[in-house]
């Protein structure tokens, strides 16, 4: 449920004004075909029709429309709850990184204690 309402938040707070300007500058359209996405699913989520899901901010976020840093900049990181970090997380992963815990992990070594010690982490 909390992870639902952070969707929200993101949604009205960060999404809506982007669409809002797209609009404006008739960039609506052209946004869509861009990501590959109908039209109306940005519509319905500028108008509140349809609800801002992971699967869609994801689309948003790797196509550029918008950022983890938009997000942050309406809720600062320490301010998250652990499920509002865990989606910001997942947004903001770097693949290079996870393929480096990927292989370590497979190589059997202790991945979060040595990131834990690295980072001066107990």
């Known amino acids: ?5 952070f969707y929200n938040f993101i949604q009205e707070e ?5 669409l809002n300007r797209l ?6 359209s052209n ?5 590959n ?7 319905e989520l500028k108008n509140g029709r349809r609800e801002l899901t992971f699967y869609y901010l994801n689309i948003l976020v790797t196509g550029g429309v918008m950022t983890v840093e938009d997000i942050l900049s309406k809720k600062p990181m320490d301010s ?5 970090r865990t989606v910001v997380l997942r947004l903001d992963a ?4 996870l393929e480096l815990i990927y292989e370590a992990k497979k190589k059997g070594l202790p991945v979060k204690e ?9």
Do not use: C, Q
């Not at 996405?37 to 519509?43: A, F, G, I, V, W």
């Not at 998250?80 to 509002?84: Q, V």
């Not at 040595?114 to 107990?122: I, M, Y």
């Open 31 to 35: 946004t869509a075909r861009n990501l």
């Open 23 to 28: 609009v404006y500058h008739r960039e609506l």
């Open 80 to 84: 998250l709850t652990k499920e509002e």
């Open 94 to 97: 770097d693949p290079e990184i």
């Open 37 to 43: 996405l109908d039209k109306h699913r940005l519509t």
């Open 114 to 122: 040595l990131l834990n010690l690295t980072l001066g982490n107990r």
């Open 1 to 5: 449920m909390e992870e639902k309402k």
């Open 14 to 18: 960060v999404l809506i004004p982007i």
